[in-house]
């Protein structure tokens, strides 16, 4: 029981950290930005 809970999340957090993965430059970029026009 408690094996496929723990199957199930670990992979939503897989396919979540590929998702992040994939948009992670635009984010990095967006963030900077934002960054730079505060200071």
Known sequence: ???I???RARR???GRFA???S???FA???WH???MAGE
């Open 1 to 3: 029981m408690l094996k």
């Open 5 to 7: 809970v723990f199957s």
């Open 12 to 14: 939503a957090v897989r």
């Open 19 to 21: 998702a992040i993965g």
């Open 23 to 25: 948009l992670h430059p």
């Open 28 to 30: 990095m970029r967006a």
């Open 33 to 35: 930005a934002n960054r």
